[in-house]
């Protein structure tokens, strides 16, 4: 099976794609080469998907490296060179462009360790102590779809106004009929094509920034780990849908402010998609020990940007209560938004 390495022409040791140089280096030593210079191994055939494990052989030690199905870039296990797998990123399956990882490991570690200390409600163990058991660098496969919307909204409204006439007050209530006609057009939608991956949190993850996206290239999953779509763009296509209806809706009643009601009587939505790009973008995922339980978070690789769902704690929670009953409404506040993705990044 087809194995890409990347050896360093001056001493033979493997490189990896350096987040804080955003170059091809080797830490042994200290070559570094610009990605954009560098060749890519890949040609353009279509690879024939299989649902199971499959079998490579490392190209500097011989040993086996057996993977799922879903993975196209990993590390050997034994002598710990990064491989990237060609057949898995050809043809359909190759990326259309990627966002390398800005944020090296030593820097997501930090800011995780930062980001657990801001948790008002969650218990002071947590916190304080360093349980962090696993951080991977992965580069999670999205579809970014461009979608026209063309929008027709059927409404009743009504006004309402006062009016004093000696003795008495009136109430005068006038009776609209609405029509808005509407063009929206969204532009790189991004819905995550792993079936591995919580939708929740890879949603709170965004946005990203696309302003970073690259072609893609193969040595910038050197050192990291990649996954191959689960689901196709026809296959999401639904979810993405479902994703911009609240944005519609949000657009539609800002076009029918000033009236007291607003019935939509009918609302009619036809949605055309105009492209669909494969696109791999980068994720730190922490896998995090406390009292006995996993938890599981996710960092942007390029903003930084950390959610997850930690534990609360029930005295912190009581706490806040008894102690500041007069803005109880803000710890109920600062509790519901602790969950995936709070407001505490």
Not at 16 to 38: H, W
Not at 138 to 145: A, C, E, K, Q
Request: net charge negative; charged share 25%; hydrophobic share 35%.
């Amino acid at each position: 099976m087809p194995i890409i390495e990347y050896k360093c022409p001056n001493c033979g040791s493997g490189m990896v794609f350096d987040a804080d140089t955003g170059m091809l280096s080797c830490y042994s030593c200290g070559r570094k080469d610009n990605i954009e210079q560098i060749p890519d191994p890949l040609t353009k055939h279509v690879f024939s998907e299989e649902d199971e494990a499959r079998e490579y052989h490392c190209n500097s030690c011989g040993a086996v490296i057996m993977t799922e199905a879903e993975t196209s870039a990993t590390s050997c296990s034994f002598c710990g060179s990064a491989v990237v797998l060609s057949d898995r990123l050809t043809g359909e399956l190759a990326p259309v462009k990627i966002i390398p990882f800005s944020i090296s490991k030593e820097q997501a570690m930090k800011a995780f360790r930062k980001w657990c200390g801001k948790g008002l409600v969650t218990p002071s163990g947590f916190m304080t102590a360093d349980r962090i058991k696993g951080i991977t660098g992965l580069y999670v496969p999205f579809w970014l779809y461009d979608l026209h919307n063309d929008v027709e909204v059927y409404a009743r409204a009504t006004k309402v106004s006062t009016y004093r006439s000696g003795d008495y007050e009136y109430t005068k209530t006038d009776y609209y009929d609405l029509y808005r006609e509407i063009c929206l057009d969204y532009i790189k939608v991004p819905i995550d094509a792993s079936e591995k991956m919580n939708d929740e949190l890879m949603d709170k993850l965004e946005p990203f920034p696309y302003d970073k996206l690259e072609s893609f290239k193969t040595p910038y999953l050197a050192g990291y780990i990649a996954e191959k779509y689960s689901y196709n763009d026809e296959e999401l296509y639904p979810r993405v849908k479902d994703k911009i209806d609240k944005y519609i809706y949000s657009y539609i009643n800002s076009t029918v402010s000033g009236y007291a009601t607003v019935n939509y009587t009918d609302v009619d939505i036809d949605t055309e998609l105009e492209r669909a790009d494969y696109v791999l973008l980068p994720v730190w995922m922490v896998q995090y020990d406390y009292n006995k339980r996993k938890y599981t978070f996710a960092m942007n690789g390029q903003t930084g940007k950390v959610v997850g769902k930690p534990p609360i704690s029930k005295m912190k929670v009581a706490g806040w209560f008894a102690g500041i009953s007069g803005i109880s409404f803000l710890a109920l506040h600062l509790v519901s938004s602790w969950i995936i993705g709070g407001g505490f990044w």
